[in-house]
């Protein structure tokens, strides 16, 4: 009897240290570089200040010898676990959300890319 009562108490003990887990992470600067922001940029007339305007301050400045550029970058992770005594199991979704903005040696606004990923609604 005492051997079973030992045996049941280490289940019940096993069984507390399992857990699930979930988390989310956001990093960067706020994403607002969306088409109809963007839109008012014109590559040849848009200087460096218009795009600090619109935009804020960027996650990166870069030089690249006489031209400079801009960089924006927003993290999003999201993601679940499962943690036990022997098996452990973690599921993460990362996205990049970014903006390049590039100048010439006068700030003007050469050519630039954006990209925003729509949420998961899964």
Not at 32 to 37: C, G, P, R, S
Not at 58 to 76: D, K, M, N, R, W
Not at 87 to 92: G, S, T, V
Request: proline share 2%; glycine share 6%.
């Amino acid at each position: 009897m005492h051997k079973t009562t030992l045996l049941i108490a280490l289940a019940v003990c096993a069984s507390l240290l399992g857990a699930c887990a979930q988390f989310e992470s956001k990093r960067g600067v706020e994403v607002n570089w969306q088409d109809t922001v963007t839109d008012e940029l014109v590559n040849g007339t848009s200087t460096r200040k218009d795009v600090l305007t619109l935009l804020g301050p960027p996650s990166q400045v870069i030089a690249l010898g006489s031209e400079t550029a801009l960089y924006y970058l927003f993290e999003h992770s999201e993601g679940e676990g499962l943690i036990l005594i022997v098996y452990n199991r973690m599921r993460i979704n990362t996205r990049y959300d970014r903006a390049i903005f590039f100048f010439d040696e006068r700030d003007t606004l050469t050519e630039f890319a954006t990209r925003v990923y729509p949420a998961d609604d899964s």
